[in-house]
């Protein structure tokens, strides 16, 4: 069994993270997530077998951010399929997580769903025949189904937050909600967005939510099939290329796998048959990042052998 392997791989690399004095910086654009103390580092690895792996802060929630945008892109696959590809493009943006520039050449349809424009777009699909409220519960029982755990919830906090100072973002969606990409009234799909992006997670909590990607799919613990093996595949390839911003192609270069930040500091990749990972450092980088996240990660590939462009 690769176990006693992992764990004390994944011990080795959270000692090694705690040493280091570089930390990146917190996000300060939202307020809430300005008062995160910058110390935290969890690491959960779960394995093909269900073997968990962790280390540090693996049980302390955080403020999961854009890691959700991996989650409402399933489920609204799951309720329009490829017509969501109408909506929004899975081209890499190479601009920054909140950026206007290219929706005007591309009539307000977003690059990626993962760029905030793009998942503004995404929320708002799930959104259409419903009140926020129910959208917002079947999002958020999603996750705790996925996880296995009822108890996830949402930080009302750091939405009321970002609700304040969302600025950008009020922007994106009132330029797309002109080209008609974003056809709910803007403040309901925005605050729908804003609270899927204030769910709160664990790193152990996150890895075990995302084990379907890594997996065909299914969820190896309960057996389950969330989605057909195409669609998981197709998730893990837009990960790849756009889940990291402008800083996707250097995540590949260094990490090698699937993953998705998140301004609070998550990341979650997936080791197609083998595992999934969820990391957690407050500190960025340039591109809005995870920077020990990442460290972290291209240190367990390159340990472990993971990364799906060879060992
Ligand atoms: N809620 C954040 C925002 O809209 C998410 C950004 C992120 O995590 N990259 O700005």
């Not at 997580?97 to 929706?103: C, E, G």
């Not at 990391?279 to 990364?307: C, Y």
Request: hydrophobic letters at 40%.
């Amino acid at each position: 069994s690769l176990a006693p392997h992992l764990r004390s791989v994944v011990e080795e690399i959270a000692y090694e993270m705690r040493q280091r004095s570089d930390r990146g910086t917190v996000a300060r654009y939202i307020p809430e997530l300005a008062r995160v103390d910058p110390q935290g580092f969890g690491l959960v690895v779960i394995d093909a077998d269900g073997t968990i792996a962790a280390a540090g802060d693996s049980e302390t929630p955080f403020s999961i951010q854009s890691v959700s945008k991996v989650f409402t892109l399933t489920l609204a696959l799951g309720m329009v399929g490829d017509a969501l590809w109408k909506r929004v493009g899975r081209e890499p943006s190479g601009s920054p997580f909140n950026s206007i520039v290219q929706l005007e050449r591309e009539q307000g349809v977003p690059r990626n769903p993962f760029i905030n424009a793009g998942a503004i777009a995404v929320t708002d699909v799930i959104l259409s025949g419903h009140q926020p409220r129910e959208a917002l519960g079947e999002i958020l029982r999603f996750m705790q189904a996925l996880a296995n755990d009822p108890t996830i919830a949402i930080d009302e906090a750091v939405a009321a937050s970002e609700k304040r100072t969302g600025f950008r973002n009020v922007a994106l969606a009132n330029y797309m909600k002109s080209f008609g990409v974003v056809e709910n009234p803007v403040d309901y799909t925005l605050g729908v967005y804003f609270h899927h992006c204030a769910i709160s997670m664990s790193c152990r909590q996150l890895a075990t939510a995302g084990r379907f990607l890594a997996h065909s799919g299914r969820n190896p613990a309960t057996g389950l099939s969330v989605i057909p093996p195409e669609r998981a595949r197709r998730i893990n390839a837009v990960m790849l290329t756009c889940g990291h911003y402008d800083g996707s192609g250097e995540f590949a270069y260094r990490v090698g796998l699937p993953g998705k930040s998140g301004v609070g500091g998550g990341i979650l990749a997936i080791a197609p048959g083998r595992a999934s990972i969820a990391v957690w450092s407050p500190g960025l980088d340039e591109s809005g990042n995870s920077h020990l996240g990442r460290i972290a990660l291209e240190s367990l590939t390159k340990r472990m052998g993971w990364s799906i462009f060879g060992a």
